[in-house]
């Protein structure tokens, strides 16, 4: 898998407060206390995938995949605080999501996300923790469970598990499906947002919905994802659950299951079933926080990862720092 650089990038695409779209930011203005370069990965097929590394490109990586509908700006408070630890952090947008290439006619499924992991995984010089949310804690999950040797390292699920609850995931694409003609501004956007994400106190402002929607060419504001990725991959996600179930209990690496307390994807059921199929896994509850538990607790979230991290053996050796 093929790597680009571009050292630029954090300027554009880290945390809200450095959208260039907010406010004109200079890379020498930019007081980050880690480094942070756009990444393009070209997967086999010659789909571009767009991402960014923070911290120190020789220490030991941590591998973000998000969630279905979101980009990898789901995980910039996480990955600033993982590289602020010592540890390299590295998110990007799935195909068909964010800035990353479309699949031509819409002809998408989920081997293609799956391969994309893998190889992103296998491009690094040694296995990475992969850290995985909903959809990408499924591809995780696949990738964790072949056969073979996984490309990883350790395994953090966030608010998923190989079976799942039906209306919390119709919960979500009803939501993904409810705008097909976009919105007039940011402010009827962040109206949709406001209304699906009531426990959120702080309103999104068109600097943080900018790399969220693309404007069409009748003036209309769209969400970044390829609709064509509703109905197949959505299809194809349901009728994989039995390979799922197998692939968990395979699962042979530290694995650590981060779920929202208040969540509607996973349940009290479905959590104790994967424990059962990954009886070495850890499994830690956020209170009060949903199925978007980096979003709705970050700070919790990013030390449940950092405390995870410090467990793991020191084969590849970790860094010694953690957040104060």
Not at 27 to 56: K, P, Y
Request: charged share 20%.
């Amino acid at each position: 898998m093929e790597v680009r650089l571009d050292p630029y990038a954090c300027v554009l695409t880290a945390t809200p407060r450095l959208y260039i779209l907010g406010r004109m930011v200079s890379i020498l203005s930019h007081t980050a206390a880690v480094a942070c370069e756009r990444i393009a990965f070209v997967a086999a097929d010659g789909t571009s995938l767009v991402g960014e590394r923070w911290g120190d490109a020789s220490a030991p990586a941590v591998l973000f995949a998000h969630g279905f509908g979101q980009t990898r700006q789901a995980w910039a408070g996480a990955a600033q605080a993982l590289a602020e630890s010592g540890w390299q952090a590295i998110t990007f947008d799935a195909r068909g999501h964010g800035e990353s290439d479309r699949v031509p006619a819409g002809a998408y499924h989920l081997d293609q996300f799956i391969a994309d992991l893998d190889g992103l995984a296998r491009s690094l010089p040694q296995p990475p923790v992969l850290v995985g949310a909903s959809m990408g804690g499924l591809l995780g999950i696949t990738v964790a469970g072949a056969s073979g040797h996984p490309p990883l390292r350790a395994l953090v699920l966030v608010d998923i598990t190989p079976r799942w609850e039906l209306a919390g995931v119709e919960r979500i694409l009803a939501f993904m499906r409810a705008f097909p003609d976009g919105f007039a501004s940011y402010e009827a956007a962040a109206d949709a947002i406001a209304a699906y994400l009531p426990q959120r106190r702080e309103r999104k402002s068109a600097s943080q919905l900018a790399p969220l929607l693309r404007l069409g060419d009748d003036g209309r504001l769209r969400w970044h994802w390829d609709p064509a990725l509703l109905d197949v991959v959505a299809a194809e996600g349901a009728s994989r659950q039995p390979q799922l179930l197998e692939a968990a209990r395979r699962i042979a690496v530290p694995t650590l299951l981060i779920s929202g307390g208040s969540s509607d994807v996973v349940s009290a059921a479905t959590v104790n079933e994967f424990l059962s199929l990954v009886p070495h896994a850890r499994h830690i509850a956020i209170a009060r926080a949903t199925h978007m538990v980096a979003g709705d607790a970050n700070d919790a979230f990013s030390r449940a990862i950092l405390d995870f991290l410090a467990t793991l053996p020191t084969g590849a050796a970790a860094p010694a720092r953690s957040l104060p």
